[in-house]
């Protein structure tokens, strides 16, 4: 079994920042990469930034400049710095980690319940 928590979330003003995190524990074989997503309702969830094994991380252009993910994957703990908030950036953020479990030969995407970040503008 595996589990992924995130935590951090919550409401701040624009121009705020907030930091999520994100932990990931259970029978693990592999982790290949960690990311964060984003979802409002009535929307597709959408990937606002990830980190591999080897440290090489992506963002997303619309936080570009403004978030950042980093972390250490190998021991299944990343963060999502959130810097210069806006009223668009509110959504429920979720964490996924890209694994194969213990006993198992594929790769699996697992994924967390979810933190509620509110921008007020």
């Known amino acids: 079994q595996v589990q992924v928590v995130e935590s951090g979330g919550g409401l701040v003003q624009a121009g705020g920042s907030l930091r999520l995190t994100c932990a990931v524990s259970?029978?693990?074989?592999?982790?290949?990469?960690m990311a964060w997503y984003r979802q409002v309702p009535g929307k597709r969830r959408e990937v606002v930034a990830r980190?591999?094994?080897?440290?090489?991380?992506n963002n997303a252009d619309s936080v570009k400049d403004r978030f950042t993910v980093f972390g250490d994957v190998a021991k299944k703990m990343v963060y999502l710095q959130m810097n210069s908030l806006k009223s668009e950036d509110t959504a429920v953020y979720y964490c996924?980690?890209?694994?194969?479990?213990?006993?198992?030969?594929?790769?699996?995407?697992?994924w967390g319940q979810g933190t509620q970040v509110t921008v007020s503008s």
């Open positions: 996924n980690a890209d694994i194969s479990p213990v006993g198992l030969n594929i790769r699996i995407d697992a």
């Open positions: 980190i591999t094994s080897d440290g090489t991380t």
């Open positions: 259970g029978s693990i074989r592999d982790i290949y990469a």
